[in-house]
């Protein structure tokens, strides 16, 4: 079953066309970035998704009904770019408070250890940094144990540390078969923390697929050694290359495949390789090119 279906969905404010004709399901149980730039259309398609906007055409599904339905049957959870916190209540007032909103909340311990709150517990929510008041976000968003859980650029305001925090509770969560949809500028918490990225750009979606199709998509990763100035023939053959650079007596193959190409570096040619690297990632490259080309 999808959890989300958006169906050739558009929305304009006035003349700014912000999403433009989105087709994208997510099956129940994913974990799903929506990888954009600035103005991209994430916040919009969001806010869409909880009932909070109107498509100006098209449809979207949310749990197999509406979004209002959805989100009125405490289906739905979400974390939103800001939204304030009621500053004299303690975190566990404020935890507790909204999880007993919910028809079948989860307990109030375990929403405190997947947000990273235990230690904050007698803190009052005024008195929070930027970051710390985020996790409670989180907690708030997750407290009714929604089926699907919306997170809307979830790490804005946090560092390093609380980063890495923030998606081990996220993925804790998601790994009890729930289903999350995250906005994000970031591609390195696009890749680690889904299994499934859709990059869009201008209100479209112009990739979608795991980071590594992405990736490979995109031109791939590249794959680097010495050559010291043997015979560069022949690297061009080899398995999944797409280009071939020699420079300065260090060779660099382009790739839609790197283990292969290198299997067939290494038992195909009679070639020395020394300082061998794989510079995977190219994520980033994979989405300026993307982004920009559409
Ligand atoms: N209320 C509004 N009125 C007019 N234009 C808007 C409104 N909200 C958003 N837009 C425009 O719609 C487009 C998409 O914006 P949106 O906020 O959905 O993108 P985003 O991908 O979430 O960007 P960001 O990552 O910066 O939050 C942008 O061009 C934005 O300026």
Do not use: C
């Not at 790994?175 to 923390?193: C, P, S």
Request: glycine fraction near 10%; charged fraction near 25%.
């Amino acid at each position: 079953m999808n959890a989300i279906a958006f169906t050739d969905v558009s929305k304009s404010y006035g003349n700014v066309l912000a999403v433009d004709g989105l087709d994208l399901a997510v099956e129940a149980g994913r974990t799903v970035a929506l990888l954009g730039p600035n103005g991209a259309g994430k916040s919009t398609s969001i806010n869409m998704l909880l009932g909070l906007l109107r498509p100006t055409h098209g449809r979207i599904e949310v749990l197999g009904t509406s979004p209002d339905e959805a989100v009125a049957r405490g289906e739905v959870g979400a974390m939103m770019q800001s939204g304030e916190l009621i500053p004299e209540l303690t975190v566990r007032e404020l935890v507790d408070f909204v999880r007993r909103l919910y028809p079948r909340p989860l307990g109030l311990d375990e929403i405190l250890q997947m947000a990273d709150l235990t230690g904050l517990v007698k803190r009052r929510a005024g008195k929070l940094s930027g970051g710390q008041a985020q996790r409670v976000r989180f907690a708030l968003s997750i407290a009714g144990a929604p089926k699907l859980l919306v997170l809307d650029e979830p790490t804005a305001a946090m560092d390093v540390e609380s980063r890495l925090r923030f998606w081990a509770g996220m993925r804790a969560y998601a790994a009890g078969g729930r289903t999350v949809l995250f906005a994000t500028h970031y591609l390195e918490e696009a890749d680690e923390n889904s299994d499934r990225v859709v990059v869009v750009a201008r209100g479209r979606v112009v990739a979608d697929g795991t980071a590594a199709q992405i990736k490979a998509g995109a031109g791939g990763q590249t794959v680097r050694f010495t050559l010291d100035g043997q015979a560069a023939a022949g690297l061009d053959a080899l398995p999944g290359v797409t280009a071939v650079e020699v420079e300065e007596g260090t060779a660099t193959l382009r790739t839609a495949d790197p283990d292969a190409t290198v299997a067939a570096l290494y038992r195909g040619t009679s070639l020395r390789v020394r300082d061998l690297r794989i510079t995977g990632a190219a994520l980033e490259d994979a989405f300026l090119a993307l982004t920009q080309e559409s």
